[in-house]
T-cell receptor, first 113, second 111 residues
C-alpha cells in the first residue's frame, strides 16, 4: 500500500481565495483524521471521520473550514475564504479503527499571503 | 475529553547516552492505546512504539522502550544509545474514542 496520500504537498494562495486539500487514506482503514500543525498551537485535531461519517468536528476553527468524506477512499478539507492565519501544515491520517495507531500522510504546507 | 501533556518542550542528550521523555494523560476510559510518534525535520510522522492499556508489560522496540504506569496515567519513552538520527520532535498520543496528541518534545542529540 502506498500509505496515506495527500495533495498538494505545498500550496501558496492569496488571502480570500478558496483552498482545497485532498487525502486518500490507506485502503481498509475506516477512520480518518485531519490535523493542523503550527509552531504556536502544535498538532490540533480538526475533524475525525469514522466510516465516512464526521464523528467530532469540534476542532474545526470556524465556518470557513469544511471537510467531507464522500467515500472510503477520499476526503477533502476546504478553506473558504482563506486567511493568513490559516498558514500551517495540514496532515491527514487514517487508522483501522479510531483506537489503533494512525498513519500519516506527508502533509500539505499551506501559505496564505 | 482526554488530554495529553508533555511537560518537557525540549530535551538534550549526548550521543550514545540514554534519555527519557515524559508524558501524562487524563482519561476516564479503561480501554485505550498509547503511542509515541517521531517527527524529524522532513515533517513525516513516524510511529515509534505502541502500548495497549490492558497489557502490563512495557513495550519495547529495539532502542526504544516505554514505562507505562496505568494508575499514574504516565507513559514515558526511553531512548537508549541515542543516535544523531534520533533528533526530532516526539509526540505522545492517546487513542481511546479519539486520537489525541501531546504538545511535543524537541529532542536534540549532541555529538
Amino acid at each position: 500500500d502506498a500509505g496515506v496520500i495527500q495533495s498538494p504537498r505545498h500550496e501558496v494562495t492569496e488571502m480570500g481565495q478558496e483552498v482545497t486539500l485532498r487525502c486518500k487514506p490507506i485502503s481498509g482503514h475506516n477512520s480518518l483524521f485531519w490535523y493542523r500543525q503550527t509552531m504556536m498551537r502544535g498538532l490540533e485535531l480538526l475533524i475525525y471521520f469514522n466510516n465516512n461519517v464526521p464523528i467530532d468536528d469540534s476542532g474545526m476553527p470556524e465556518d470557513r473550514f469544511s471537510a467531507k468524506m464522500p467515500n472510503a477512499s477520499f476526503s477533502t478539507l476546504k478553506i473558504q475564504p482563506s486567511e493568513p492565519r490559516d498558514s500551517a501544515v495540514y496532515f491527514c491520517a487514517s487508522s483501522f479503527t479510531g483506537r489503533t495507531e494512525a498513519f500519516f500522510g506527508q502533509g500539505t504546507r499551506l501559505t496564505v499571503v | 475529553a482526554q488530554t495529553v501533556t508533555q511537560s518537557q518542550p525540549e530535551m538534550s542528550v549526548q550521543e550514545a547516552e540514554t534519555v527519557t521523555l515524559s508524558c501524562t494523560y487524563d482519561t476516564s476510559e479503561s480501554d485505550y492505546y498509547l503511542f509515541w510518534y517521531k517527527q524529524p525535520p522532513s515533517r513525516q510522522m513516524i510511529l515509534v512504539i505502541r502500548q495497549e492499556a490492558y497489557k502490563q508489560q512495557n513495550a519495547t522496540e529495539n532502542r526504544f522502550s516505554v514505562n507505562f504506569q496505568k494508575a499514574a496515567k504516565s507513559f514515558s519513552l526511553k531512548i537508549s544509545d541515542s543516535q544523531l538520527g534520533d533528533a526530532a520532535m516526539y509526540f505522545c498520543a492517546y487513542a481511546g474514542n479519539m486520537l489525541t496528541f501531546g504538545g511535543g518534545t524537541r529532542l536534540m542529540v549532541k555529538p
